[in-house]
């Protein structure tokens, strides 16, 4: 769990960084880093879904895993239940817009810091092999993201650490207790989806269109899920 520990902690230091700067930015400046950022996400999803959409062994995974995940978070009003709690964690600070903004903002920094090839593959690594180089990297990464991301939006991205260290800390348990549970094909299923989410984190801080993306959070449930069911099959 050293690597994982080391990710966390370079969020954190990351954020206060960018907190410690964001006295000193300008609001233009401020414009421009949304822009670029959501230029980012966006950039980093397609990647995504592009590398490893040929890996894929059932095309049309995505396509049930986007609709069935939708539907459910709707159902369950994951993006209004997230923006309401934000709110009033954040009542005292700022604007209505400017504590919508800090909701966006860490809910697409917590899609960057945990969908990703590093950030997914990195604990299988660490706990099969003892090799934490994946997610060091990945760390010197997101100590950079992190800091935008606290000159930007503030403070209240240091919420998106715990969340991290959870999301690797489940793959690192998993693969310690079955070294077959994450499987490649798995993997690839899950960066997919996952790239599409953080594809529409971009859309939004660009302010194209408000795609909702917690509410799509749940697809990212139906490749394990879908697996299972054929291991249990088979």
Not at 10 to 30: C, S
Not at 38 to 52: E, Q, T
Not at 149 to 158: A, D, H, N, P, V
Request: charged share 10%.
């Amino acid at each position: 769990m050293l690597g994982t520990i080391v990710n966390t902690c370079t969020i954190v230091a990351g954020t206060l960084i960018g907190v410690a700067l964001h006295r000193g930015i300008k609001e233009k400046y401020k414009q421009v880093l949304y822009d670029a950022l959501g230029l980012a996400c966006f950039a980093i999803g397609l990647n995504a879904v592009v590398s490893n959409f040929p890996k894929s062994q059932y095309p049309v995974l995505f396509i049930a895993a986007m609709a069935i995940g939708s539907l459910v978070g709707v159902a369950l009003d994951i993006d209004g239940r997230f923006h309401r709690l934000v709110e009033r964690k954040s009542k005292r600070e700022g604007s209505a817009d400017s504590r919508s903004r800090l909701a966006d903002g860490l809910a697409t920094a917590t899609l960057i810091y945990c969908i990703g090839p590093l950030s997914m593959l990195g604990p299988v690594i660490s706990a099969l092999e003892g090799d934490n180089t994946f997610l060091f990297t990945n760390a010197t990464l997101d100590l950079v993201t992190a800091t935008i991301f606290g000159s930007t939006y503030g403070i209240g991205m240091l919420l998106a650490a715990p969340v991290l260290f959870l999301w690797q800390g489940l793959f690192y348990c998993v693969a310690t207790l079955s070294s077959q549970a994450v499987s490649d094909a798995l993997m690839a299923e899950l960066l997919i989806v996952g790239g599409l989410l953080i594809t529409g984190s971009g859309l939004s801080l660009l302010r194209i269109k408000d795609c909702h993306v917690l509410n799509m959070l749940p697809a990212l449930l139906v490749p394990p899920l879908w697996y299972l069911m054929i291991w249990l099959i088979g």
